[in-house]
């Protein structure tokens, strides 16, 4: 087993603004896990702007936003990169087991900050009922196969919730030649940010049913339809308001949920709501030296706050690794 | 004209019941083929049931399915051991609330004894506290069947259909029978795929029994489905239960179970609901609602909050019983209809007899010396530890790339699922597990989809969830 000063886990803007925030602290023993093939996280999939207006006063794209930390961590040698892996076992004396094409490591460390980011909450979580055919994918899932892979996932679109990715994901569809039939949203105001319900929505005319909830989804192979129903101030069914959709695809895009499967496995105590860490202060676990910063410690709407949370969480790390000795 | 060759055995349908009955055959010296409407074997109703090894318990005395399945149960076993499958004796609890129910779990207890189920004890609120600590505390004892287990239901069709393919049976998928032309003797069968001809047909069509049965004149029984949702939870609660938790059964089912599938992840249900649509898989919220009922009454702190998944199965259903008969209106003609619950622990029992049948109707069956009967066990790291993985990792690079974050499911896992048969998402899902874990496939479907296309030379664009008519996407992008 080798040792280590700190452990990064996860290379979204979270763990790269905690890895370089931990070197400029004076931790000079750092290795950044990440289990894709590149640095980024989430933000290599948005390639739309809006990213870094507070942080660096300017309107970037998500890739040139994750660019400006690439390059520091690049050019930092003490912050060892490794991509292709996946971090797969954590204990409470953080002791770290990672996989990685050819080799598994085991890794004791001194500190290890989790930033492994968020999921999306999926159809089955908000129970769906209806069948389960091809055409239904999440949010962030649909902006993969668009903008990464090229692919087009649908023609006739249905959104489900109206969080910032699905709205932003109307006006990805619609730029690519997709209809965008509906977004339907069970509260009676949007989840997403004002400006994605104006930039992405309205400004294309795309019809915004707030107060209203999936009933059913339709389709053997594809999505055929969906059942719309209105919904009152309790969220409870208002009697004959049902009509139905055609749609060939239904987005799903309800929330994120942190992924801190890692955490859980080691024994931090973990609100079971809102699968967060439990503890005294931001960034902190209820187990010694083990910190969770950016979209696993708490779904921040905006990638300027996870930097400068994480860099408030790269500083802690370095401070307890200086309190060992 | 090409000339058509004639089988000895076709069968018609790859669920679990018509793979059974291919390897069973597979072990003579026959000719045999298996003809699947669906894109992949277990596509039908085997991949949609609770996956439940019965004991033979809950079923009248005197009846073919509780024979039948007695008989399964002990067979599994060495169908497990031989083809590398993992079966759980988990052992089943039907819980009493009652006196009254007490007296019910008597009776249910001699008739599966009279039938020969083995080890059967009432245990008391004592014993129930000590072993299942979540279970209703208001339940006062249950009958113990400890032969009762859990099994991958797809996974086991898998396993015989590829141990059948390796002793020579062959697999025509995508081959929908249409037609059956009685030509005295055997067979002719038309087929989406063109004709086929055989001496003996099993008809072993699952929900469409009645139609296939009907071709060749035979139309005596209808097959009315009976629906059963199910919802997963997460496998983070695997330790909610320790047996298979029963309620005391009604007459046309066993009710809400609260059970661990055999890859460790709870599961409750199912339904059982009068349907007319044989192609009716949707859930709905009444069954939502009469599940948590159920399985709350069982165990009352399962929460919706935990449902990762749920699916909707259609029981085969016609009257009681199983059909399994030879036709002496359509001599070489075998129905294996109406093979509701337990039909998947019964599979390789009827297996045998079916080979009983055909042999008694002057079938030779004849020994092949080299039958081969195991099939190396299929690798799955998320149920090996971390210190085998390693040792994988090094054989195989392959191994520790990890493709499915939730399941922990590696690239090599996926490419040799592909090799074994996979040719669709769900495909690869039944035989890994990748996409059916929390986040279901948000993160691994794009590198799947590429690993698919690849091994299969297929176009991204024309990758399936489950065959014609479900491609993932739409097509490629076009830039406006
Ligand atoms: C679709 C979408 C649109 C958005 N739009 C905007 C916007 O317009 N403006 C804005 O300011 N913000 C936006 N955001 C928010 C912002 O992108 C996120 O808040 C930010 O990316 C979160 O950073 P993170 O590092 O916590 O998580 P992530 O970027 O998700 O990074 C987590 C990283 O951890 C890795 N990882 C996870 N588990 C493991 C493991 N076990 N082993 C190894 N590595 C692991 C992952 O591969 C990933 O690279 C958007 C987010 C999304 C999803
Ligand atoms: C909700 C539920 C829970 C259950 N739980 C259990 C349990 O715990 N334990 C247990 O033992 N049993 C259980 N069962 C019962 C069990 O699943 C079935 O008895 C069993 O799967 C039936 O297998 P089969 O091969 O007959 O049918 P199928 O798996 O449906 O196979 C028939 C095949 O024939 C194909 N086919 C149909 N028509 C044609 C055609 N014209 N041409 C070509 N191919 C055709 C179909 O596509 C299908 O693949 C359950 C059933 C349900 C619905």
């Known amino acids: 087993m080798c040792e280590k000063d700190l452990v990064i886990v996860g290379a979204g803007p979270a763990g790269m603004a905690a890895a370089i925030s931990a070197y400029e602290s004076g931790v000079r023993d750092i290795l950044l896990l990440e289990r894709d093939q590149y640095l980024g996280g989430i933000l290599n999939q948005c390639i739309h702007t809006g990213f870094g207006l507070t942080y660096f006063k300017e309107n970037l794209t998500g890739p040139e936003y994750a660019h400006r930390f690439i390059k520091k961590i690049n050019a930092i040698k003490e912050i060892e990169v490794s991509l292709k892996s996946f971090a797969v076992h954590l204990t409470n004396e953080n002791v770290l087991t990672y996989i990685k094409p050819g080799a598994l490591e085991k890794i004791k460390a001194k500190a290890v900050i989790m930033a492994t980011g968020a999921r999306e909450r999926t159809r089955e979580m908000v129970h769906i009922p209806g069948t389960r055919p091809a055409g239904i994918f999440s949010a962030g899932l649909a902006q993969k196969l668009i903008n990464i892979e090229g692919l087009l996932p649908g023609r006739e679109v249905v959104i489900i919730g109206s969080g910032d990715i699905g709205l932003i994901m109307a006006r990805r569809f619609i730029l690519e030649g997709a209809k965008v039939k509906a977004v339907i949203e069970i509260q009676k105001q949007s989840r997403g940010l004002t400006r994605n319900v104006v930039q992405c929505v309205e400004d294309f005319g795309v019809p915004f049913y707030l107060s209203h909830r999936i009933a059913k989804i339709h389709g053997k192979n594809r999505v055929e339809k969906v059942d719309v129903v209105r919904v009152d101030e309790h969220l409870h069914e208002v009697a004959d308001s049902m009509f139905s959709i055609e749609c060939d695809t239904v987005l799903i895009s309800v929330g994120l949920i942190p992924e801190n499967e890692l955490i859980e496995m080691a024994g931090a105590v973990i609100d079971k709501k809102t699968n967060t860490p439990v503890a005294q202060e931001i960034n902190k676990t209820s187990i010694p030296g083990l910190f969770v910063c950016g979209n696993s410690f708490k779904i921040y709407d905006l990638v300027d706050s996870v930097s400068k949370d994480s860099i408030h969480a790269g500083y802690q790390a370095a401070e307890y690794i200086r309190g060992l000795g | ?480």
């Open chain 2, 1 to 480: 004209m090409k000339s058509v060759p004639v089988f000895d055995v076709l069968v018609i349908g790859a669920g679990v019941v018509g793979a059974a009955i291919a390897r069973e055959l597979s072990r003579y010296k026959l000719s045999i083929a298996v003809l699947e409407k669906e894109e992949e074997p277990a596509f039908g109703v085997s991949k949609s049931n609770s996956g439940i090894i019965h004991p033979g318990t809950q079923n009248p005395a005197g009846s073919l399915k509780g024979r039948l399945c007695l008989e399964g149960n002990i067979l599994i076993r060495e169908i497990s051991r031989e083809l590398g499958l993992d079966f759980k004796e988990a052992g089943e609890l039907i819980v009493a609330f009652t006196q009254d129910e007490i007296q019910r779990l008597l009776t249910i207890k001699s008739e599966a004894e009279t039938l020969g189920v083995p080890g059967l004890k009432i245990v008391d609120m004592a014993w129930l506290r000590e072993n299942e600590p979540n279970l209703n505390p208001e339940a006062i004892a249950a009958l113990y069947a400890p032969s009762a287990g859990v099994i991958s239901p797809y996974r086991l069709v898998y396993a015989l259909c590829e141990n059948a393919l390796k002793n020579g049976a062959e697999f025509y998928t995508q081959t929908k029978v249409e037609n059956i032309i009685f030509t005295k003797p055997g067979f002719e069968i038309q087929t989406s795929k063109g004709m086929f001809k055989a001496r003996y047909v099993i008809n072993a069509a699952g929900l469409y029994a009645d139609e296939t049965s009907a071709m060749v004149g035979i139309n005596d029984f209808r097959i009315a489905p009976r629906k059963g949702q199910e919802f997963i939870l997460d496998n983070k609660k695997e330790n909610l239960t320790n047996h298979l938790i029963f309620p005391l059964p009604s007459k046309v089912s066993k009710g809400i179970l609260v059970i661990k599938t055999a890859d460790g992840n709870p599961m409750i249900g199912p339904t059982a609901e009068e349907v007319e649509d044989k192609e009716d898989f949707s859930t709905t919220e009444e069954g939502l609602k009469k599940v948590f009922e159920g399985a709350r009454k069982l165990v009352p702190s399962i929460s919706q909050d935990d449902i990762i998944a749920y699916f909707s199965g259609l029981r085969p259903a016609s009257g009681d019983d199983f059909i399994i008969r030879y036709e002496d209106k359509a001599p070489g003609f075998i129905n294996v209809a109406g093979i509701q619950s337990p039909g998947l622990t019964a599979a390789p029992a009827i297996a045998k007899m079916v080979c009983g049948i055909l042999r008694e109707k002057g079938l030779q069956l004849e020994k092949k010396e080299d039958f081969i009967c195991e099939r190396e066990k299929p690798i799955h790291l998320f149920n090996i530890s971390l210190s085998e993985t390693e040792k994988l990792i090094k054989q195989d690079a392959g191994y520790g790339d990890i493709v499915c974050r939730c399941e922990m499911v590696s690239a090599k896992e996926v490419q040799d699922a592909i090799t074994a048969g996979a040719r669709t998402m769900d495909g690869i899902k039944f035989r890994t597990r990748a996409q059916s874990g929390r986040c279901h496939g948000s993160f691994c479907t794009t590198r799947l989809m590429k690993i698919l296309s690849e091994k299969t030379k297929t176009p991204l664009t024309a990758i399936t969830k489950s065959g014609k008519g479900s491609e993932i996407v739409k097509g490629e992008r076009v830039s406006l």
